[in-house]
């Protein structure tokens, strides 16, 4: 763990709920009344999957902001939710400002300590560039996806038409 891990690990791991926390209600206030209530309620993974991954997601994102950085541990958990927010028909501003809503709960928290504050927005920046990365794959791989089952409806179609004209 290098200088700066150190420093934001030994001074803020004790606040790495609290701040988890407000980010997750940062983030489900982006969302409907409706969805945000289900989001924030309901508990079961499987009843609400999206809830779980932001839960899950986040936590992980904050640990690793006031840890070590590790990308092993920060990319997938990054992946889910972008995933997610790339299929909900968001555009790449929308879907990657979660990250950003981290900025204001963290200053919130490490103001009266510049340098820590410095290194924590640094790496909040890095975790934005990687979730509009990550966003635009995703959504390459939708459009691919897509373009796909185009060509594969129209050959079935011309295959139909071809044998509706034979007969």
């Given at each position: 763990?290098?200088?700066?891990?150190?420093?934001?690990?030994?001074?803020?791991?004790?606040?790495?709920?609290?701040?988890?926390?407000?980010w997750?209600?940062?983030?489900?206030?982006?969302?409907?009344?409706?969805?945000?209530?289900?989001?924030?309620?309901?508990?079961?993974?499987?009843?609400?999957?999206?809830?779980h991954?932001?839960?899950?997601?986040?936590?992980?994102?904050?640990?690793?902001?006031?840890?070590?950085?590790?990308?092993?541990?920060?990319?997938p958990?990054?992946?889910?939710i972008v995933?997610?927010?790339?299929?909900?028909?968001?555009?790449?501003?929308?879907?990657?400002?979660?990250?950003?809503?981290?900025?204001?709960?963290?200053?919130?928290?490490?103001?009266?300590?510049?340098?820590?504050?410095?290194?924590?927005?640094?790496r909040?920046?890095?975790?934005?560039?990687?979730?509009?990365?990550?966003?635009?794959?995703?959504?390459?791989?939708?459009?691919?996806?897509?373009?796909?089952?185009?060509?594969?409806?129209?050959?079935?179609?011309?295959?139909?038409?071809?044998?509706?004209?034979?007969?």
């Amino acid at each position: 763990m290098d200088l700066a891990a150190s420093l934001l690990a030994a001074s803020f791991s004790e606040k790495k709920d609290v701040i988890s926390s407000e980010w997750l209600k940062s983030v489900l206030r982006t969302y409907p009344e409706d969805s945000s209530r289900l989001l924030r309620l309901e508990s079961d993974p499987f009843r609400n999957p999206v809830g779980h991954a932001l839960k899950e997601g986040l936590s992980v994102l904050v640990e690793e902001i006031l840890g070590g950085m590790k990308p092993d541990r920060i990319t997938p958990a990054m992946d889910a939710i972008v995933r997610i927010r790339a299929v909900q028909g968001c555009t790449a501003g929308q879907a990657v400002s979660f990250v950003l809503l981290l900025r204001d709960v963290v200053r919130r928290h490490l103001r009266s300590h510049e340098e820590i504050l410095a290194i924590a927005e640094q790496r909040i920046d890095e975790l934005a560039l990687l979730a509009f990365d990550l966003f635009t794959r995703c959504r390459e791989k939708i459009h691919e996806i897509k373009a796909n089952e185009l060509k594969r409806s129209m050959y079935v179609q011309t295959r139909l038409d071809r044998n509706s004209a034979i007969h």
